[in-house]
């Protein structure tokens, strides 16, 4: 790390986290380096996953001629994140193929075991992660350990070992988290890095990374600053989804990387001012009237209080029953106009507008509408589709970018939306060459955001 502008420092409450060493500027690439270790993402959702390109396979695959496991070609089954690790292991052990999330969990670490035979160097930085170990119960689970020395006959490696690499693959893995992707993920690859593991997590983070694919097969990371970075600030990034409220958050992040988050998010009652979790007080006339946590770090033992008439309730009184109400509708919605009533019935009715549920219905809309307004053959219509669009996107963007500042790819897909949709909308009205420009401004900016995109 000599060319890093940090250095690596620990304290009881952050554990492992990266200070800079100098002022860092936004857009200034902070790290790149090769993955230790890839696997195949253990989804909760059972696909058949080609371990060496880790493509899902829809099609007729290809056996691997060594260990009979689906391939994408014939190609993918010398691929050395395949050969050199669980190939041989699997003939031997005459393990069949499966599509169980947790046996592609299992296949990670699996690897990260075998990693030692096969690059020392590599090894040696890979227990140096943080496992959690101490802190908590045993991540590794029985089906992972019964995998490793049942199924796949690796008796040499004990239960502790095993419980190490889990915890290791649990705490710092990188995968794909990005909600508002054009496509579908084209790679269901989980990854683990050396330095870029070290950064600590904030629900405001500071950088944003890319995956990149290597033309040997292999993946690297480049992380950038997102804003500038003050020396002696911390380096973050984040790690898990942050659409989500501070009550979900919080108890992702305790359950996952056993540490209760108290960034500056989530001590504030509104989420950085966007009442991104407040539903809406009962007493109070519409449109007016909001209850927030009054102690956001309780979670949902905390009173909400509304920030007009001053009423407070329980979490569980005001929002648990509405949420999961509208959870439902949004789940159940078949269409644009479906989701568009999920809109109407709930921001300032019983949630606020900016509530991460209001936001999920339309990140939906907007994707949807991004494949069906093309196919409107009514200029009139497909234009009035293209501005609801506008609005949906400029309100996303609004909230994202208190969430997720500066120069990141979550706010350049959101651009790219923004874009797609002026340009529809160019017949309309006579004012073109001002919309032409408004469209060359956006896209301008969705370029800066994706400097470091491959």
């Known amino acids: 790390m000599s060319s890093f502008p940090g250095v690596v420092k620990v304290d009881d409450k952050t554990g492992r986290y990266i200070e800079a060493t100098r002022d860092i500027k936004a857009g200034e690439l902070i790290i790149t380096e090769e993955a230790l ?21 829809t099609g007729e695959p290809v056996d691997c001629s060594v260990c009979k496991w689906p391939m994408c070609s014939e190609k993918c089954e010398k691929i050395l994140q395949h050969a050199k690790f669980e190939c041989k292991v699997f003939k031997n052990a005459g393990l069949k193929p499966t599509t169980d999330p947790m046996d592609y969990l299992g296949i990670k670490v699996l690897r990260c075991l075998l990693l030692k035979e096969v690059s020392a160097k590599k090894y040696e930085q890979l227990i140096k992660l943080e496992s959690h170990l101490k802190k908590g119960p045993k991540i590794a689970s029985k089906e992972i350990c ?9 008796k040499a490696f004990d239960t502790g070992a095993v419980n190490q690499m889990a915890g290791i693959v649990a705490i710092n893995s990188f995968g794909t988290s990005d909600r508002l992707s054009l496509v579908d993920a084209p790679r269901m690859a989980s990854l683990l890095f050396f330095n870029a593991s070290m950064m600590s997590h904030d629900c405001t983070p500071n950088t944003s990374w890319v995956r990149v694919e290597n033309s040997d097969n292999t993946f690297s990371i480049k992380v950038w600053a997102t804003v500038p970075i003050k020396k002696g600030e911390q380096i973050t990034t984040q790690y898990l989804d942050l659409t989500r409220g501070t009550i979900e958050r919080r108890a992702h992040l305790i359950e996952l990387y056993l540490f209760p988050c108290s960034c500056k998010r989530c001590t504030d009652p509104t989420e950085l001012g966007t009442n991104y979790s407040s539903v809406k007080c009962s007493k109070c006339p519409p449109g007016k009237g909001y209850l927030s946590s009054t102690e956001p770090l309780k979670g949902a033992d905390a009173m909400w209080q509304c920030d007009v008439c ?38 300032g009715v019983t949630v606020h507008p900016n509530h991460y549920l ?23 219509k497909r234009v009035e589709r293209a501005k609801k669009m506008v609005v949906l996107v400029k309100s996303l963007l609004a909230v994202t970018e208190k969430f997720y500042p500066g120069k990141n790819k979550i706010k350049a897909r ?11 909308t160019q017949g309309d009205g006579p004012n073109v060459e001002e919309r032409l420009e408004k469209i060359e401004e956006i896209i301008r900016k ?9």
């Open 146 to 154: 019964e995998f490793i020395h049942k199924r796949c006959n690796q």
């Open 414 to 424: 959101l651009t790219y939306y923004l874009q797609y949709a002026e340009s529809c």
């Open 358 to 380: 209001m936001m999920d219905a339309r990140q939906e809309i907007v994707k949807r509408l991004y494949n069906t307004i093309a196919t409107i053959a009514e200029i009139p």
């Open 310 to 347: 001053g009423g407070q309730q329980l979490y569980r009184e005001c929002s648990v029953g509405i949420e999961c109400q509208i959870v439902s509708e949004i789940q159940q919605a078949e269409s644009e106009e479906d989701l568009e009533k999920v809109l109407e019935s709930h921001e």
């Open 37 to 57: 270790v890839t696997g195949p993402s253990g989804d909760p959702a059972p696909h058949k996953i080609c371990l060496g390109c880790y493509k899902v396979i």
């Open 446 to 454: 969705g370029d800066e955001m994706l400097i470091f995109e491959p």
